[in-house]
């Protein structure tokens, strides 16, 4: 059983700033992707910023020069660092990775944690 737990989320000002956490536990092989998504009332999910193993990063547009993904592969965990939080940031943000579970004969599996809520008032 592989599972995404996300940790981090909260109410802040406008301009503040927080940090997510999402680790992967379970019986995993290895961790491909991972990323973060988020989720706006009456919107879509839209990627937000990816990580590769090896550290190769991917932002969306609006949180460029904002926001900052990192990895820590021995704790099979992946950060997001948010500043200068904007009201237009508030969504529910899911934690995404590819990962090939132990026993899968070498398939990868997109999972997915339960969503962390983050709130930015003006």
């Known amino acids: 059983q592989v599972q995404l737990v996300e940790s981090g989320g909260g109410l802040v000002q406008a301009g503040g700033s927080l940090r997510l956490s999402c680790a992967a536990s379970?019986?995993?092989?290895?961790?491909?992707?991972m990323g973060w998504y988020r989720q706006a009332p009456g919107k879509q999910r839209e990627l937000v910023a990816s990580?590769?193993?090896?550290?190769?990063?991917n932002y969306a547009e609006f949180v460029k020069g904002r926001f900052t993904i990192s990895r820590d592969n021995a704790k099979r965990t992946v950060y997001l660092q948010m500043n200068s939080l904007k009201p237009e940031d508030t969504a529910l943000f899911y934690c995404?990775?590819?990962?090939?579970?132990?026993?899968?004969?070498?398939?990868?599996?997109?999972?997915w944690g339960q969503g962390t809520q983050v709130t930015v008032s003006s």
């Open positions: 990580i590769e193993t090896g550290g190769s990063t």
């Open positions: 379970g019986s995993i092989f290895s961790i491909n992707t």
């Open positions: 995404n990775a590819e990962i090939i579970p132990i026993g899968s004969a070498y398939h990868g599996y997109a999972y």
